[in-house]
């Protein structure tokens, strides 16, 4: 059975609707693990303490799920600071015992966001398209080597009745199970 491993970045889980339903739908497939990071690490140091527990739970999934809410056009800030963390440590500094071993892993985005599709765009309200947004995202997947799979949006997120939020996450889930039931080649 194929494991994948998904780091949630939201700073809050506990106020969160979207990202919260989301991953209680993900954690229902099987084979999946849900990490709730801010809840791992609170203050974001153990990262950069633990590096060795962060790389070894990368190198465990045969695949890589980041999901968070998009804030500012970014990522939260823990999202940055494991990149800065565990992605140096596993590419620059031990990249013959862990960065080579992650090379080829296929990764995927899911994010939410609070706006509707239309104001991501050239003309809209937010300029740039989602997919504009997340290429620094995507940069670092091609510089680690990893796969690149489509992501996957959940777009006015802090807008949607309880309804839609759990329709949506469904939707998020058959979208996972497809990418995990695909073969790896394929899902990047």
Not at 17 to 35: D, H, Q, S, T
Not at 45 to 70: H, K, M, T
Request: hydrophobic share 50%; proline share 7%.
């Amino acid at each position: 059975m194929t494991k994948t491993l998904i780091l949630l970045f939201h700073p809050d889980l506990s106020r969160s609707k979207a990202n919260a339903a989301m991953a209680r739908a993900a954690a229902a497939l099987p084979g999946v693990e849900v990490l709730d990071m801010t809840a791992a690490c609170p203050d974001g140091l153990d990262l950069f303490r633990d590096g060795e527990r962060e790389a070894a739970r990368l190198l465990a999934a045969d695949r890589i799920v980041l999901q968070f809410p998009v804030q500012w056009y970014s990522t939260p800030p823990l999202l940055k600071a494991w990149q800065d963390a565990v992605l140096t440590r596993m590419f620059y500094i031990a990249y013959e015992t862990e960065g080579r071993r992650l090379e080829g892993k296929p990764l995927m985005i899911a994010v939410t966001a609070g706006n509707a599709p239309e104001a991501y765009s050239a003309g809209g309200r937010n300029l740039f398209p989602m997919i504009d947004l997340l290429a620094p995202l995507r940069a670092t997947a091609h510089r680690c080597g990893l796969g690149w799979a489509e992501p996957f949006v959940l777009y006015q997120a802090d807008k949607l009745p309880p309804k839609e939020i759990e329709t949506a996450a469904a939707n998020y889930a058959a979208h996972l199970a497809s990418w995990i039931d695909s073969p790896a080649e394929l899902a990047a």
